[in-house]
């Protein structure tokens, strides 16, 4: 491989030292050589790293996409083009969010964004191509330090930079790089490096279940967790989990403190939870604490803090009382609250699941002799080992420390109250709360799904009140979530729904899996104007527009996958044949109009002689709820499965006018336009 402007900084004895150049580079202290697709550096002295990056030459196509994956759980990864930039925060409007702190809960404050079109950075992996052909390159040691792609399709190379600020190597041999190179379409380049670097495809099933944030946030109580129970147990219905989000606590980092709205406890709700036949979860944020709790005043020490004494700030949240701060897991106490802690809540209290949130906040500072990946990945591990065989939801945590480490993982940004939030993307926060960017990066991270943790595409929202999403938007994100994710959770009171509405939601039992076989990413965009960079901040915006098309593998079918997430109707060509729409139960054929925002799973059915299956509406992924179904001498046979509550109907479709008996009568049957003969069923237990 022909490796060109390496560069390797670093200091020994107080002194700081640049070798540059073509490899091998040697000098007194140290030599670092290519072995392969490796970089293997040989130390004769201690030393402690404070940079590196390389070059490998990259052949890039006119009409190549980028593949961008982002630092964290809340950063955004798809599909770019090559016209497109990640600006990142801008420098001359840090008065804008300098009290918020955002830097922390992304990579800017230890990656230079470069702000040029084309100049797209990835986390851990990246991909170039079209279509069906994408060339990947992968990191295969991110235990050591976080390893960066930065692309130049101007000049057919790849930059390559490793986080090894504070790296402490005594003398000995440290593979510096490993990589992994791989070609194929986004889903098989993606998951054979995964299967490369040991992870094994998981058979955990689909889960469901329901969680307090994204309706009460932190105005949480006893008797509104116990309301919403009530009413999941009063409908039968089969979720898994049924967790209490942030709220409970006194203050962020006083985990076993809790406030007087949960008078009898947490253990005695996890009771009434397990009592209703569910699993029971608990948000904790561990890595942190804010300014106003006791483990802050009480025990400063416990705070990570820079070599000027001065508190490593994770972040600022006006639900917590403005900054708050890392924990320095280094320290002996620090391990010990958290060891209390999670006996607590685990043992004591008997939760069976843990989301533990803002884990980011555990690399923010490199110290100790390791870099902000190596405290990533053993704070993981070791996080890993407090919950045991238990489950473990992560969010706000790099990707690549939390695989093979958490049970599920959230893989995209929060869910929001509506579409897109204008005032964060004004000045390219990319781990800020958007509906639309949510559903982009779980569809760009869906190839993760089941390599190393089930994807947790945060919340869907189907209620009507308490939120400024349409039908259409929440639609939407229920059908990208069921396709693409593996927890399925809402926030919503079932209570409270309409009788659509809880229709609606029932049709998602029980939980499928359907295989996409093809995914097509049309036209994305991020469009800011004005363009000047000032007038951002307070110029109109035009957000995201994109939509998807392709193939999905049903029980008796295949659908047509169409998702418009943009603001004007979609006039889409269908594929040759007809299809059958669930949502309005008629038949199309040539084209199909989607209004905005909207997403349609059309069915293709194929009429024949005889009866066969011409759509249903019993799931969101019709066919489904069956466990069996057979046309057999011209009479129908079915069963449900046992967790589908919404029957709906049953349409069957054939070429010639024949007569279908169900329950011995003959069922109506009607000739379509399109030339075929219908007819359906209402579905019975």
Not at 354 to 370: E, T
Request: proline share 6%; with cysteine.
């Amino acid at each position: 491989m022909l490796w060109k402007h390496t560069t390797l900084v670093y200091r020994h004895e107080n002194t700081l030292y640049t070798l540059r150049g073509h490899l091998p580079l040697r000098n007194d202290h140290l030599s670092l050589e290519e072995d392969e697709n490796t970089l293997r550096l040989v130390t004769h002295v201690p030393i402690t790293l404070v940079s590196f990056e390389t070059s490998l030459p990259w052949t890039y196509q006119k009409k190549d996409r980028l593949f961008v994956h982002g630092f964290q759980s809340w950063s955004d990864s798809r599909e770019f083009t090559r016209q497109e930039k990640i600006p990142g925060l801008p420098p001359h409007l840090r008065f804008a969010y300098a009290m918020y702190h955002l830097e922390f809960y992304g990579d800017y404050h230890f990656y230079r964004y470069n702000r040029k079109r084309g100049r797209l950075h990835s986390h851990g992996w990246t991909l170039s191509g079209q279509n069906t052909s994408w060339h990947l390159v992968g990191s295969l040691d991110e235990k050591s330090a976080y390893t960066i792609f930065e692309h130049h399709p101007e000049g057919d190379y790849l930059r390559i930079i490793r986080d090894v600020e504070g790296w402490h190597l005594p003398p000995g041999e440290t593979f510096l790089l490993s990589l992994f190179f791989t070609s194929g379409t986004l889903l098989e380049a993606q998951r054979r490096y995964l299967m490369a670097q040991g992870f094994s495809f998981l058979q955990t099933p689909k889960t469901s279940g329901w969680t307090s944030w994204y309706n009460y946030y932190t105005n949480i109580s006893e008797d509104i967790v116990l309301s919403n129970l009530r009413s999941f147990k009063e409908n039968h219905l089969p979720i898994d989990i049924f967790q209490i989000d942030d709220g409970y606590q006194t203050a962020v980092g006083d985990w076993l403190s809790i406030k007087p709205s949960f008078p009898r406890g947490m253990k005695a709700l996890v009771d009434e939870i397990h009592a209703a036949g569910y699993k029971a979860g608990l948000w904790l944020a561990p890595f942190i604490c804010e300014s106003k709790s006791s483990l802050f005043h009480n025990h400063p020490d416990w705070v990570l803090r820079y070599p000027d004494g001065s508190p490593v700030i994770a972040g600022y949240s006006e639900n917590w009382n403005g900054d708050f701060y890392a924990l320095n897991l280094q320290h002996p106490d620090v391990r010990a609250y958290l060891e209390e802690v999670f006996h607590t809540v685990l043992n004591e209290w008997g939760f069976d699941m843990v989301k533990l949130d803002f884990l980011y906040a555990a690399s923010i500072y490199p110290h100790s002799g390791r870099t902000r990946g190596a405290h990533m990945s053993e704070a993981m591990s070791w996080l890993r080992c407090l919950v045991g065989e238990k489950a473990i939801l992560g969010c706000g945590v790099p990707i690549s420390s939390a695989l093979g480490k958490v049970d599920y993982c959230r893989i995209g940004c929060d869910v929001g109250l509506d579409w897109e939030d204008i005032r964060p993307a004004r000045i390219h926060f990319r781990e800020r709360i958007s509906t639309i960017k949510a559903i982009t990066t779980t569809i760009g991270r869906y190839p993760l799904h089941r390599l190393g943790f089930l994807n947790d595409p945060d919340v869907f929202i189907l209620r009507e009140n308490n939120q400024r999403l349409s039908f259409e938007q929440r639609y939407t994100l229920y059908l990208v979530n069921q396709l693409f994710g593996g927890l399925l959770f809402t926030s919503d009171n079932i209570g409270e729904y309409s009788l659509d509405i809880l229709h609606l939601y029932k049709k998602q039992f029980p939980l499928a899996e359907p295989e996409i076989l093809s995914l097509t990413h049309h036209h994305e965009t991020y469009r800011f104007r004005p363009r000047s960079a000032s007038l951002q901040a307070i110029g109109p915006v035009r957000v995201y527009e994109s939509h998807y098309t392709g193939w999905i593998k049903l029980p008796f079918c295949q659908a047509f996958l169409v998702l418009n997430l943009g603001h004007k109707p979609l006039r889409q060509n269908l594929p040759d044949g007809l299809f059958f729409d669930p949502l309005t139960k008629t038949y199309h054929r040539k084209h199909y109009s989607l209004p905005p925002y909207g997403s349609r799973l059309l069915l293709a059915i194929t009429p024949q002689e005889n009866w066969v299956y011409g759509g249903s509406t019993e799931h969101l992924f019709p066919g489904s709820g069956f466990s069996f179904l057979e046309i057999s001498q011209e009479k129908l046979f079915y069963s449900l499965h046992p967790q589908t509550v919404q029957r709906e109907n049953l349409f069957l479709v054939s070429l010639q006018d024949n007569s279908l008996w169900f329950n011995g009568q003959p069922l109506p049957v009607q000739r379509h336009p399109f030339g075929f003969f219908y007819t359906h069923i209402t579905l019975e237990e």
